[in-house]
């Protein structure tokens, strides 16, 4: 299966109406789940320039006016919950549901705990950690890039 | 007009990339992996997104990772640099099918020229000589053993995917070449995923003369004059000169031309479009082979840059946005001389070992006529998972004397201190008799070494 035949589906799907599409073969499985209009959109959901956002702050060799970051707790780098792909963060499967986790929840390596969406397809992201979930470090519909922490967690 | 364009690429060429869009006032995006946290490229640059851990198959070759930050990122388009993915045919249609333009030559033209069993053909029907070879792939040894003995040894037993002077090894005899034959395919497969390996006549003390070319999308093709890259230890680049010495020679005062021409044949038969170089093989008699053709912006091309005036990733760039060519190739005047030394992390001393680590103390030469692009800067560490370029030094001068009389002084000048480089070696190069007489070939860089070795154990 390649790109064309995903589009394909996807177009398919809209068509359709169908909102979600599973497909299992021997060593490969696909899962497609549509947002409808309005909170899917990458390029409308990112609308400003994001600097500071990306990643680690620049090392100070003075190219760079050093953007404003976030106050943050200092990281405990086994309890958090970090990126594995670039995309768009999305906090619940769609607009109107509730996110899958949220500050206090605990969970499972198996659990899932955000969308991260890229290039129209919607990946369902899992925990891979046990814990309760500290803080939440990612606006909804923002960009992450790979290796950015998503969710601090505390031990269970 | 692009607005936003995503580098996809690191290094010093990254950096060159940037500058250019910035000069054009389009913004930039960097994409990194995790050891190139703090390197040049991801600090010019406008916007900075991290795609993966160190090694290139986990980050710069990452094609859906790239894609991904462009689409976050909202980039118009997207240079691919040279290496990594900038001669993937699939990347290009990806980029082009998610609407981003890729600066570059599209697929079709990529895929003529990819395979070099297929450019041998593509140069046969462009009526341009190619060094006597296998017609193809070769399969068996009985076929090897049968080629050679057409062509006569020594034979270059080159992999039909490889590149950058990768996949290359050259036998003698019929022993050598039934063990070359065989490694060869085994390196291929491990290497570039592909088997494939061809024959060519091993041309002894030649002249490596490549032709800059541009297309646009009208058809229009044009050449910017050559680079003599004659100046090779194992098959990598060190130093490179524009123009050749070699062509300057009165003996061949028509070969620029035939070349030249012979160049935008090849250029055409392929429906090229943007930048791209023709590359030759030269012999001592002033016969001319086509060898390949790259479709990309190559490492040397700052010094076709100096002797033309012409910005060539500018012009990529011009020319992806759809912009015709309003130069006809008599129109490029090239003027004066210019040579680039390649400075890697490699001790010189100890067989070129790469040398990554921290650089304690950076101080890069200057004045009139010298040009540097390098993204290293002092407190920066190498990582040891990419290529050992630090950067590229340029000397511009009137003429060839002058120009070599900057570069050695420009070499002495230059201090890098945490790590080995290379600048001694080339120093030795600059200083050589037969360099400065312009009298070289191939073979050049490991005659110096053995003469040196020689010196040394004395």
């Known amino acids: 299966m390649d790109?064309?035949?995903?589009?394909?589906?996807?177009?398919?799907?809209?068509?359709?109406?169908?909102?979600?599409?599973?497909?299992?073969?021997?060593?490969?499985?696909?899962?497609?789940?549509?947002?409808?209009?309005?909170?899917?959109?990458?390029?409308?959901?990112?609308?400003?320039?994001?600097?500071?956002?990306?990643?680690?702050?620049?090392?100070?060799?003075?190219?760079?006016?050093?953007?404003?970051?976030?106050?943050?707790?200092?990281?405990?780098?086994?309890?958090?919950?970090?990126?594995?792909?670039?995309?768009?963060?999305?906090?619940?499967?769609?607009?109107?549901?509730?996110?899958?986790?949220?500050?206090?929840?605990?969970?499972?390596?198996?659990?899932?705990?955000?969308?991260?969406?890229?290039?129209?397809?919607?990946?369902?992201?899992?925990?891979e950690v046990k814990g309760v979930i500290a803080q939440v470090l990612v606006q909804n519909a923002k960009p992450v890039e790979f290796g950015q922490a998503l969710f601090r967690l505390r031990p269970a | 007009m692009f607005e936003k364009i995503l580098v996809a690429n690191r290094g010093e060429i990254a950096v060159r990339i940037?500058?250019?869009?910035?000069?054009?006032?389009?913004?930039?995006?960097?994409?990194?992996?995790?050891?190139?946290?703090?390197?040049?490229?991801?600090?010019?640059?406008?916007?900075?997104?991290?795609?993966?851990?160190?090694?290139?198959?986990?980050?710069?070759?990452?094609?859906?990772?790239?894609?991904?930050?462009?689409?976050?990122?909202?980039?118009?388009?997207?240079?691919?640099?040279?290496?990594?993915?900038?001669?993937?045919?699939?990347?290009?249609?990806?980029?082009?099918?998610?609407?981003?333009?890729?600066?570059?030559?599209?697929?079709?033209?990529?895929?003529?020229?990819?395979?070099?069993?297929?450019?041998?053909?593509?140069?046969?029907?462009?009526?341009?000589?190619?060094?006597?070879?296998?017609?193809?792939?070769?399969?068996?040894?009985?076929?090897?053993?049968?080629?050679?003995?057409?062509?006569?040894?020594?034979?270059?037993?080159?992999?039909?995917?490889?590149?950058?002077?990768?996949?290359?090894?050259?036998?003698?005899?019929?022993?050598?070449?039934?063990?070359?034959?065989?490694?060869?395919?085994?390196?291929?497969?491990?290497a570039f995923g592909n088997s494939g390996v061809y024959f060519e006549k091993y041309i002894e003390n030649a002249h490596h003369i490549e032709f800059q070319v541009l297309g646009d999308h009208k058809g229009n093709v044009i050449h910017l004059g050559e680079r003599d890259c004659s100046i090779q230890r194992r098959n990598q680049k060190v130093v490179e000169e524009c123009p050749s010495p070699l062509l300057n020679n009165p003996k061949f005062r028509k070969l620029r031309e035939k070349m030249g021409k012979a160049a935008i044949r090849i250029a055409k038969e392929a429906n090229y479009t943007n930048a791209g170089t023709v590359e030759f093989l030269v012999d001592s008699e002033g016969n001319y082979y086509f060898l390949e053709m790259n479709k990309r912006i190559q490492v040397e091309h700052p010094i076709t840059e100096e002797v033309t005036g012409i910005d060539l990733v500018r012009y990529q760039i011009m020319l992806a946005m759809g912009e015709p060519l309003r130069l006809s190739t008599s129109d490029v005047q090239v003027r004066g001389h210019a040579i680039e030394c390649r400075i890697n992390a490699e001790d010189p001393f100890d067989d070129f070992r790469p040398s990554p680590g921290r650089i304690e103390m950076y101080y890069q030469p200057g004045g009139r006529g010298v040009r540097v692009d390098s993204h290293i800067y002092a407190g920066y560490t190498i990582p040891p998972t990419y290529d050992s370029m630090l950067g590229k030094l340029i000397t511009y001068g009137r003429d060839r004397r002058e120009a070599m009389d900057k570069m050695s002084r420009a070499l002495s000048e230059y201090m890098i201190t945490g790590i080995k480089t290379t600048i001694s070696f080339e120093q030795a190069i600059l200083q050589d008799p037969n360099f400065r007489r312009g009298v070289y070939s191939t073979s050049f860089v490991d005659q110096l070494l053995s003469g040196a070795r020689r010196e040394l154990m004395e």
């Not at chain 1, 299992?24 to 497609?32: A, S, T």
């Not at chain 2, 991801?42 to 851990?53: F, H, N, R, S, T």
């Not at chain 2, 033209?109 to 297929?118: E, R, T, V």
């Not at chain 2, 062509?151 to 080159?158: A, F, H, L, R, T």
């Open chain 2, 18 to 190: 940037i500058r250019a869009c910035k000069e054009l006032n389009i913004r930039t995006v960097a994409i990194y992996s995790e050891a190139d946290a703090n390197s040049m490229h991801v600090q010019l640059a406008d916007e900075a997104i991290c795609i993966g851990k160190a090694p290139a198959s986990e980050s710069y070759l990452r094609i859906d990772r790239i894609v991904s930050a462009a689409e976050i990122t909202d980039v118009d388009a997207l240079h691919p640099g040279y290496g990594f993915l900038a001669e993937n045919g699939h990347f290009a249609d990806v980029c082009e099918s998610c609407n981003i333009r890729f600066i570059g030559p599209n697929s079709r033209a990529m895929s003529a020229l990819g395979d070099k069993a297929l450019s041998r053909a593509l140069a046969k029907r462009a009526d341009v000589p190619t060094p006597p070879g296998s017609e193809g792939v070769v399969d068996t040894e009985q076929d090897a053993l049968a080629v050679a003995k057409r062509i006569g040894y020594p034979v270059m037993i080159k992999a039909v995917a490889g590149g950058g002077g990768r996949g290359m090894r050259v036998a003698h005899n019929d022993i050598s070449l039934v063990k070359g034959f065989h490694t060869a395919r085994s390196e291929a497969e491990k």
């Open chain 1, 3 to 127: 790109l064309k035949d995903i589009r394909a589906i996807i177009d398919l799907m809209k068509k359709n109406s169908v909102s979600e599409f599973e497909l299992e073969k021997q060593d490969f499985k696909i899962r497609l789940k549509r947002v409808p209009n309005g909170g899917g959109s990458a390029a409308a959901a990112y609308d400003e320039p994001q600097v500071a956002a990306y990643g680690q702050p620049p090392t100070p060799i003075g190219a760079q006016p050093a953007a404003a970051a976030p106050a943050q707790l200092p990281p405990s780098p086994e309890l958090e919950i970090k990126s594995p792909m670039i995309g768009t963060f999305y906090r619940a499967p769609s607009p109107d549901a509730a996110p899958y986790v949220d500050v206090g929840v605990e969970v499972n390596p198996d659990t899932v705990v955000c969308i991260i969406e890229a290039m129209k397809v919607m990946n369902e992201i899992k925990a």
